[in-house]
């Protein structure tokens, strides 16, 4: 435990203060402290007498004085008396690393506190890792067991995901110890040194608060000392309480054996943190769940960024105020809070005890606020985004995807890169951006690196580094964490001593000769920032479907897949995928690991897809005119793979039609739409119309292709799609692959990938080919020729099926204009074998196969006319 420069001490920290346990310059600090803090006095005077009444508190003038240990024989931390002796205190540790404490392996200390000593250990008997809390040697009296074994029992009562977990208790030798579950990650008090939290995220880590008090209460049991440093943000995403050192037994557990002290009535020694303590504890009367219920209003105030009640008074005029009854005044920044809000947080700072929720109802009510956007700091203009992926400043309008959220956080708490692999349109931006994100946020503070890879994508992430550097530069010092990779080649040496363009040009330079140069760079922007990095690399598969160069695309992957390999780095990487590319990426050793352990993200279940058109609805005060409408509308679908967008789409065309003053989305307008098909009909029209003659005609083509003569969908492989189509006119038109690349932007086609992992493209959806009129009206056009193309195709799967046989091939009209269709269509009858994995086989080997039996019946034919001809010359000269 360490003294930071303007916070309070606790009774821990003024236990080790009293022992002399100190180093001489965090002392120092403390005796400055106490010149000016008379609530410090007070908790430092209640460490050093049996009561604050036998003995005078000393003054801020006489403790600056006093040399540590020399004046104060005995401290009392919490009701326990400990015997000091300033020769015995804890100049180094008490176990050492590879000792065994029965089945438990020592690995390392990792904390030390005024009465105990915490180890990293390892469970011998099941392998996991715990925190072996050990009492110092001069606090292993039978008082200073009683109070760990009174932990213990405490924390034993418990089986809850907000609640540390106890392993065991023992005694090695004469050091009695406990194993605690160990929990990774830092302290809430620590987060809030670097700032507030949001008001999401100051509800979601109050809720699990709420949630781990409930817990204890419905045991009996009392925590006493609630504070941020008492709750952990752990980094597998689960917020924790920690240190039931001072927690009380109620009167109606005393059965279970624990003891009570003076029949339940507050404590001969005043145990806590005085800025949280409420105002009972400064009375006679007998304390109860309220206690926690006030330091845990007093823990929403600083994770809101507001004071602490009275902060700033000392403690004679803060302990008047404490037991005035006028209420608590709530300070002016909870003012941007909703007023439920405000009135929840003022609830559990009533200075009647009876007044105050219950933990229970109080966890209730948080997740209520949660669940209806109540905690949103600024809501977009409206509450759909139609086709546009979420970012993380739509977190406020992300619903349905809890589940996923949980899982991502954990799997990034034991691995350091983690892939997210699913369909197009199933959402993987949207998760990690107004999900993930936002969600590891709530930990800790992140400096965020995002990308995606486009054409050329070592100069792309050469520009993200550089923006990434040149915004950590301008919070830190200059010279912060600047470290050299190999040949001093510095990220922020680099970004700071040269022109943007030269810098972004040297890093990209570097990245190709030593891709392994990322993971250094990122691990320099951490130290530099003084928190955790996170780089995205979104749509990884740009790197195939866009990069032509093979040698910048291996430096790219091999850059990513190696820049961040260990979770005891303060580094992460995220990387979303479509999941067709996969293992076209997985091919080199370093992409095969890293790749290997991706979580596949499918899309929303119904349920789900429902919350995602009714929760973003319920923000802005409307609803559904017909509240079976949402679920109407997610069946309608059917399964879509692009579903969330299409919904999203509809939504928000829903929303332009909202009726003000009923506060409702007519059910009329669903109808005038056309409903989710409708409305997609009606944005693909606006796509086409937005582009020119020459494109709007390969488009036609493109999409002609992905219909048969019936209106239905038909898959084909991306390189016989485009295969044939070229511009019509260079100088203002987009070639093939551009104006596809526009259609799957846009979402009226998406990419999947067939059985033998190859891509194929196909409409968004069914009913583009029956509801959109455009393409109706191409089909209708060419439905002579779609119609041939089907039963030509058709043929082929037979005529393959059956052996080939010859008697099945075709021949005369139907041949030629079959050929003269997959002519114009790109299938060259006459491409050569290597495009074979890219067309459609069968039907062309079909085609080529009839052309060549033609041609060989012809041949035939003619050397038969021929010979007849001779033949009947001859019989004609042998007549004559």
């Given at each position: 435990?360490?003294?930071s420069?303007?916070?309070?001490?606790?009774?821990?920290?003024?236990?080790?203060?009293?022992?002399?346990?100190?180093?001489?310059?965090?002392a120092?600090a403390?005796?400055?402290?106490l010149?000016?803090?008379?609530?410090?006095?007070?908790?430092l005077?209640?460490?050093?007498h049996e009561?604050?009444?036998?003995?005078?508190?000393?003054?801020?003038?006489?403790?600056s004085?006093?040399?540590?240990?020399a004046?104060?024989?005995?401290a009392?931390?919490?009701g326990v008396?400990?015997?000091?002796?300033?020769?015995?205190r804890?100049t180094?540790?008490?176990?050492?690393?590879?000792?065994?404490?029965?089945?438990?392996?020592?690995?390392?200390p990792?904390?030390?506190?005024?009465m105990?000593?915490?180890y990293?250990?390892?469970?011998l008997?099941?392998?996991r890792?715990?925190?072996?809390?050990v009492?110092h040697?001069?606090?292993?009296t039978?008082?200073?067991?009683?109070r760990l074994?009174?932990?213990?029992r405490?924390?034993?009562?418990?089986n809850?995901?907000?609640i540390?977990?106890?392993?065991g208790?023992?005694?090695?030798?004469?050091?009695?110890?406990?194993?605690?579950?160990?929990?990774?990650?830092?302290?809430?008090?620590l987060?809030?040194?670097?700032?507030?939290?949001?008001?999401?995220e100051?509800?979601?880590?109050?809720?699990?608060?709420?949630?781990?008090?409930a817990?204890?209460?419905?045991?009996d049991?009392?925590?006493?000392?609630?504070?941020?440093?008492?709750?952990?943000?752990?980094r597998?995403?689960r917020?924790?309480?920690?240190?039931?050192?001072?927690?009380q037994?109620r009167?109606?557990?005393?059965?279970?054996?624990?003891?009570?002290?003076?029949d339940?009535?507050a404590?001969?020694?005043?145990?806590g943190?005085?800025?949280?303590?409420a105002?009972?504890?400064?009375r006679?009367?007998?304390?109860?769940?309220?206690?926690?219920?006030?330091?845990?209003g007093?823990?929403?105030l600083?994770?809101l960024?507001?004071p602490?009640p009275?902060?700033?008074?000392?403690?004679?005029?803060?302990?008047?105020?404490l037991?005035?009854?006028?209420?608590?005044?709530?300070?002016?920044?909870?003012?941007?809070?909703p007023?439920?809000?405000?009135r929840?947080?003022?609830s559990?700072?009533d200075?009647?005890?009876?007044?105050?929720?219950?933990a229970?109802?109080?966890?209730q009510?948080?997740?209520?606020?949660?669940?209806?956007?109540?905690?949103?700091?600024a809501?977009?203009l409206a509450?759909?985004?139609?086709l546009?992926?979420f970012?993380?400043?739509?977190q406020?309008?992300?619903?349905?995807r809890?589940?996923?959220?949980?899982e991502?956080v954990?799997?990034?708490?034991r691995?350091?890169?983690?892939?997210?692999?699913?369909?197009?349109?199933?959402?993987?931006?949207?998760?990690?951006?107004?999900?993930?994100?936002?969600r590891?946020r709530?930990?800790?503070?992140?400096?965020?690196?995002?990308?995606t890879?486009?054409?050329s994508p070592i100069?792309?992430?050469?520009?993200?580094?550089?923006?990434?550097?040149r915004?950590?530069?301008?919070?830190a010092?200059?010279?912060h964490?600047?470290?050299?990779?190999?040949r001093?080649?510095?990220?922020l040496g680099?970004?700071?001593g040269?022109?943007?363009?030269?810098?972004?040009?040297q890093?990209?330079?570097?990245?190709?000769?030593?891709?392994?140069?990322?993971?250094?760079?990122?691990?320099?922007?951490a130290?530099?920032?003084?928190?955790?990095?996170?780089l995205v690399?979104?749509?990884?598969?740009?790197?195939?479907?866009?990069?032509e160069d093979g040698?910048?695309?291996?430096?790219f992957i091999?850059?990513?897949?190696?820049a961040?390999?260990?979770?005891?780095?303060p580094?992460?990487?995220?990387?979303t995928?479509?999941?067709?590319?996969?293992?076209r990426?997985?091919?080199?050793?370093?992409?095969t690991?890293a790749?290997?352990?991706?979580?596949?993200?499918?899309p929303?279940?119904?349920a789900?897809?429902?919350?995602?058109?009714t929760?973003?609805?319920?923000?802005?005060?409307?609803?559904?005119?017909?509240?079976?409408?949402p679920?109407?509308?997610?069946?309608?679908i059917?399964?879509?793979?692009?579903?969330l967008?299409?919904?999203?789409?509809?939504?928000e065309l829903?929303?332009d039609?909202?009726?003000l003053?009923a506060?409702e989305?007519p059910?009329?307008?669903?109808?005038?739409i056309?409903?989710?098909?409708?409305?997609?009909?009606?944005?693909?029209?606006?796509?086409?119309a937005?582009?020119?003659?020459?494109?709007?005609?390969?488009?036609?083509e493109?999409?002609?292709?992905?219909?048969?003569?019936?209106?239905?969908?038909?898959r084909v492989?991306?390189?016989?799609?485009?295969?044939?189509l070229?511009?019509v006119?260079?100088s203002?038109?987009?070639?093939?692959?551009?104006?596809?690349?526009?259609l799957?932007?846009?979402?009226?086609?998406?990419a999947?990938?067939?059985?033998?992992?190859q891509?194929?493209?196909?409409?968004?959806?069914?009913?583009?080919a029956?509801?959109?009129?455009?393409?109706?009206?191409w089909i209708a056009?060419?439905?002579?020729?779609?119609?041939?193309?089907?039963?030509?195709?058709?043929?082929?799967?037979?005529w393959?099926?059956?052996?080939?046989?010859?008697?099945?091939?075709?021949?005369?009209?139907a041949?030629?204009?079959?050929?003269?269709?997959?002519?114009?269509r790109?299938?060259?009858?006459?491409?050569?074998?290597?495009?074979?994995e890219?067309?459609?086989r069968?039907?062309?080997?079909?085609?080529a196969a009839?052309?060549?039996?033609?041609?060989s019946?012809?041949?035939?034919?003619a050397?038969?006319v021929?010979?007849?001809i001779?033949?009947?010359?001859?019989?004609a000269?042998?007549?004559?």
């Open positions: 435990m360490s003294f420069r303007g916070d309070c001490i606790d009774a821990n920290l003024a236990a080790t203060f009293l022992e002399g346990a100190l180093p001489e310059a965090e120092s403390i005796r400055d402290h010149d000016e803090c008379d609530e410090c006095c007070e908790l005077a209640m460490a050093a009561t604050p009444g036998e003995a005078a508190a000393p003054t801020p003038a006489r403790l004085r006093v040399r540590i240990g004046d104060l024989p005995t009392s931390v919490g008396d400990t015997i000091l002796d300033r020769n015995a804890p180094r540790w008490l176990l050492a690393p590879g000792q065994r404490v029965d089945h438990f392996r020592v690995v390392r990792i904390g030390r506190g005024g105990s000593e915490v990293l250990a390892r469970d008997s099941l392998g890792r715990v925190a072996l809390k009492l040697v001069q606090a292993a039978s008082a200073g067991v009683e074994l009174a932990e213990a405490a924390i034993a009562r418990f809850h995901p907000n540390v977990t106890i392993y208790a023992g005694e090695q030798g004469t050091l009695p110890y406990v194993a605690l579950e160990y929990v990774q990650g830092s302290s809430l008090g987060r809030l040194r670097q700032g507030p939290l949001g008001h999401v100051a509800l979601r880590v109050g809720m699990a608060i709420a949630q781990a008090l817990e204890a209460h419905a045991h049991i009392l925590h006493r000392d609630l504070k941020p440093d008492n709750v952990m943000l752990a597998d995403g917020v924790r309480v920690v240190d039931f050192g001072l927690a037994v009167p109606s557990a005393a059965a279970d054996g624990a003891e009570v002290d003076h339940g009535d404590p001969r020694h005043v145990a943190t005085p800025p949280y303590m105002p009972e504890l400064l006679t009367d007998r304390v109860g769940p309220g206690v926690d219920i006030w330091a845990f007093v823990v929403m600083e994770m960024g507001a602490r009275y902060e700033g008074c000392d403690w004679s005029e803060r302990s008047a105020k037991r005035d009854i006028r209420p608590v005044p709530l300070p002016p920044e909870l003012d941007r809070l007023v439920e809000l405000r929840l947080v003022a559990c700072l200075k009647d005890v009876e007044k105050r929720p219950d229970r109802k109080l966890a009510a948080l997740g209520r606020a949660l669940q209806s956007g109540l905690a949103a700091e809501l977009p509450p759909f985004l139609g546009r992926a970012r993380e400043r739509d406020a309008l992300f619903f349905g809890a589940d996923e959220i949980a991502c954990e799997r990034l708490a691995q350091a890169l983690l892939p997210l692999v699913g369909p197009s349109g199933a959402g993987k931006s949207s998760l990690v951006h107004a999900g993930v994100v936002p590891l709530e930990q800790e503070p992140w400096q965020l690196v995002t990308m890879p486009t054409a100069a792309t992430l050469a520009a993200a580094l550089f923006a990434a550097a915004e950590v530069q301008s919070h010092p200059p010279s964490g600047e470290l050299s990779g190999p001093g080649r510095s990220l680099t970004v700071g040269q022109l943007p363009a030269v810098a972004r040009e890093l990209g330079r570097w990245l190709r000769e030593t891709p392994t140069l990322l993971g250094l760079w990122l691990d320099e922007l130290s530099a920032a003084g928190e955790s990095v996170l690399v979104d749509q990884l598969e740009e790197v195939v479907t866009l990069c040698d910048e695309r291996r430096a091999d850059a990513v897949c190696l961040a390999e260990d979770v005891a780095e580094v992460r990487v995220i990387v995928l479509r999941e067709e590319f996969l293992s990426l997985a091919a080199g050793s370093a992409a690991r790749l290997g352990a991706a979580l596949i993200v499918r929303p279940d119904a789900a897809l429902e919350l995602t058109l929760r973003p609805l319920s923000l802005f005060g409307f609803a559904f005119e017909d509240p079976d409408l679920r109407r509308m997610v069946a309608e059917g399964g879509a793979l692009a579903c967008p299409l919904l999203s789409f509809t939504a829903l929303w039609r909202r009726d003053e506060h989305l059910t009329a307008a669903y109808q005038e056309g409903g989710v098909v409708g409305a997609l009909a009606h944005h693909a029209e606006g796509v086409i937005a582009l020119d003659d020459s494109e709007r005609r390969l488009a036609r493109l999409l002609l292709k992905l219909v048969t003569a019936e209106g239905t969908r038909r492989a991306r390189a016989e799609l485009l295969s044939g070229e511009t006119d260079d203002s038109s987009s070639g093939a692959e551009q104006v596809l690349a526009r799957l932007e846009a979402r009226l086609l998406v999947v990938s067939d059985e033998d992992e891509q194929v493209i196909e409409l968004m959806h069914e009913s583009l029956v509801q959109w009129a455009r393409l109706r009206r056009d060419g439905r002579e020729d779609l119609r041939l193309f089907d039963d030509a195709t058709q043929a082929a799967a037979l393959r099926r059956q052996g080939e046989p010859s008697s099945q091939l075709w021949s005369g009209d041949l030629a204009r079959v050929a003269a269709l997959l002519e114009a790109g299938s060259k009858v006459g491409a050569p074998a290597a495009d074979e890219h067309v459609s069968g039907l062309r080997a079909f085609v009839s052309i060549a039996r033609e041609r019946q012809r041949v035939r034919r050397a038969l021929s010979v007849t001779a033949a009947s010359l001859a019989i000269i042998v007549s004559v």
